[in-house]
């Protein structure tokens, strides 16, 4: 494991940025820089494009003049823009030490993926399931998806493409979110009797109503969106008088039911962006990206649901970001990124199934 260097880890505030500005100047077009929604300002300032994972890695593949892709967001994205760039580029995670991994990407893993397929299976044929993978979660998975016949979803067509199977007269199974697959499926209608969970660490012990579901939900979450409750949006009601509350649809069940609205990162900065001068938000997502928000949208008044941060995204620095650029300089790349060429195919196979619907 690489261990940042101790002057990395002892300048100033001052110092570093100068000396990022000075290496990003340097590089020129040889890199691009990406920054998440939920990265912090000393990150964002430096990012050539700003966006939620699928979109950066679609604007990486887009760079055909940039030797290096800087991923500043967490192992899973890093992965899909490998996939989708260049053989000449190269994926770079400023996190050193491989620490940037997204705590529900890692809740699914292939072996516990091929271990719930033989279980359903068996007891609904090959025929009559099919895999959905949300966006957030690893290359291995996404091609499990797409050896089966599933597909990628993000956040802002997960209906579009639970209908896709749905409509193919298939069950599905869905990773490995659970409460964005049965928000999706309510959504859709289907009944709540007819969603059943499916627990990875007691398969033994799983949901008996599963031969009765027509959609398996992945006993998977999200650290920052399941940290809302009920009584965060009632605070936020008896604070704020007229206010909308909008929530990411990762949330439970019952905060997106108490909601206004809820959708998709680039759905909530729409929503937000579009609304008339004066209007009230308090927003459900990450923390960076709400305190972002409000600093665009100075004529709304834009507050936080509740203060949650994304650890895994915290871990990409100002520090890691200046090694990583200064090493770049010195004919060193740091921090590589590479998806097998086998998984990679499919993983792309699932990714261009959900580009056609």
Request: glycine content about 6%.
């Amino acid at each position: 494991m690489v261990r940042l260097p101790e002057e990395y880890r002892t300048l100033s505030e001052a110092e570093l940025m100068s000396r990022l500005a000075v290496a990003r100047e340097k590089l020129g077009e040889d890199v691009v820089i990406l920054g998440h929604h939920y990265q912090r300002d000393s990150i964002i300032r430096f990012a050539d494009f700003l966006g939620d994972s699928l979109e950066l890695s679609r604007a990486a593949a887009a760079q055909k003049r940039a030797r290096y892709i800087i991923f500043c967001g967490v192992d899973f994205m890093a992965e899909t823009a490998a996939m989708l760039c260049a053989p000449s580029q190269t994926v770079l995670l400023p996190a050193l030490g491989g620490k940037a991994q997204c705590p529900m990407a890692a809740m699914a893993t292939i072996g516990q993926a091929q271990e719930a397929w033989r279980t359903l299976t068996a007891l609904w044929g090959q025929d009559g399931l099919l895999p959905i993978t949300y966006q957030n979660s690893l290359a291995e998975v996404k091609a499990f998806c797409g050896q089966h016949g599933g597909a990628v979803c993000t956040s802002a067509n997960a209906r579009a493409v639970m209908r896709w199977a749905l409509e193919q007269g298939k069950r599905l199974i869905f990773f490995p979110d659970e409460w964005l697959g049965r928000n999706s499926a309510l959504a859709l209608g289907v009944p709540p009797e007819h969603i059943a969970l499916w627990d990875p660490e007691r398969p033994e012990a799983n949901d008996p109503t599963l031969a009765e579901a027509r959609v398996v939900v992945w006993k998977g979450y999200c650290h920052v969106h399941t940290h809302f409750t009920v009584e965060h949006v009632q605070a936020a009601r008896q604070k704020y008088s007229d206010v909308t509350v909008v929530v990411h649809p990762e949330c439970r069940v019952e905060v997106v039911q108490a909601a206004d609205l809820n959708g998709s990162t680039s759905f909530i900065l729409r929503t937000v962006r579009d609304a008339p001068s004066g209007t009230r938000f308090a927003v459900g997502t990450e923390i960076h990206m709400v305190s972002r928000l409000a600093r665009d949208h100075p004529d709304k008044r834009v507050v936080p649901l509740a203060r949650s941060l994304c650890g895994a995204m915290y871990r990409i620095t100002p520090p890691n970001l200046l090694y990583t650029l200064e090493r770049l300089l010195a004919g060193e790349a740091v921090g590589v990124v590479t998806v097998p060429p086998e998984m990679a195919r499919w993983a792309n196979v699932a990714l261009e199934r959900m580009m056609k619907l």
